[in-house]
């Protein structure tokens, strides 16, 4: 019986440590995933605008892009905004 107890204690502390390491990397991983969301958001504002450019020349019909009030300053929830619009 105390072998298992043994085993179990063992198997825990690794979880536990593999654990502690995760929670130690994972804010670093995020916020080196910052960047490349914004040069993301950024390439997309551009493909829009030029969307936008080409209906308003053609004279087209198409849905109007809505572009955010605070645009230049990619907030989380004017990321969700562009993101939930369709």
Do not use: Y
Request: proline content about 7%; overall charge positive; some cysteine.
């Amino acid at each position: 019986m105390e072998t298992i107890f043994g085993g179990v204690s063992i198997f825990a502390v690794l979880f536990l440590l593999v654990l502690c390491i995760l929670w130690i990397l994972i804010p670093f991983a995020i916020f080196g995933i910052k960047p490349l969301l914004s040069a993301i958001l950024a390439e997309l504002r551009r493909a829009n605008e030029l969307k936008a450019h080409e209906l308003s020349v053609r004279g087209g019909t198409g849905v109007p892009v809505a572009v955010p009030v605070d645009a230049d300053r990619p907030t989380l929830k004017n990321i969700l905004a562009e993101v939930k619009q369709p």
